[in-house]
């Protein structure tokens, strides 16, 4: 396996197929893989396939780019997330500083980039660190009842369930909108459709299983 394999990948979101192979450049000189959405690919599916240790939004003028859910889903992962704009427009400058984001302005300074993909690897290996150390997952109920998963990682999920039409008949499908929601404390919310009988399924193991597969 190469080094850069080894070391991670970098997600780059631009609808600029330069910048996009401008910033490749640079992650590749920090021995790092860089890695692209596919043309109709959403962000965060994106993120889920890749898994990379840093995502590069650079025109934070497009919606799908600027989703505070998407954030807070990298981020949830421990993947941080650098902003790049331009100096004719301070639109990305404003957007990164409301919600604490590094900005770095195109064309880039390579070293000040390249500080960020190495705190940024850092950051990966120390979770890695701690995921391996990771308790197991307890549940617990609220003062209202509601259930309350805490996760490998020591994370609070609240578990809320949403079931629709229960009286179908025997073999049809299960309805779109029934599910099980997992709202953590600061109010990210991710959902798992869930077949009738899991929802029976309450116990910590499970319950962290069906996180793991909620987005």
């Known amino acids: 396996m190469s080094l850069r394999a ?60 600027r989703s505070d859910l998407f954030i807070a889903r990298a981020q949830h992962r421990g993947i941080a997330v650098v902003a790049f704009g331009r100096k004719s427009s301070d639109a990305t400058a404003g957007w990164a500083k409301e919600r604490g984001l590094p900005y770095l302005e ?24 701690i995921g391996d150390r990771r308790r197991p997952p307890l549940t617990e109920r609220s003062p209202d009842g509601t259930l309350i998963l805490q996760s490998e990682s020591g994370e609070r999920w609240y578990v809320y369930d949403r079931r629709a039409g229960e009286r179908r008949g025997a073999g049809q499908p299960r309805p779109p909108d029934s599910y099980r929601a997992f709202v953590n404390e600061d109010g990210v919310e991710l959902r798992v459709e869930l077949e009738p009988h899991e929802f029976m399924e309450k116990t910590a193991d499970a319950l962290q299983q069906q996180l793991a597969r909620a987005r």
């Open 6 to 65: 080894t070391r991670g990948k970098v997600l780059i979101l631009t609808p600029q197929a330069m910048t996009g192979a401008l910033l490749g450049m640079l992650v590749e000189l920090s021995q790092l893989e860089p890695v692209f959405a596919d043309p109709t690919e959403r962000p965060e599916d994106a993120l889920a396939r890749h898994l990379p240790v840093l995502v590069v939004i650079t025109d934070g003028d497009i919606d799908a780019f």
């Open 106 to 129: 195109l064309p880039t300074d390579a070293e000040a980039f390249g500080r960020i993909l190495d705190q940024a690897t850092r950051q990966d290996r120390r979770s890695r660190l």
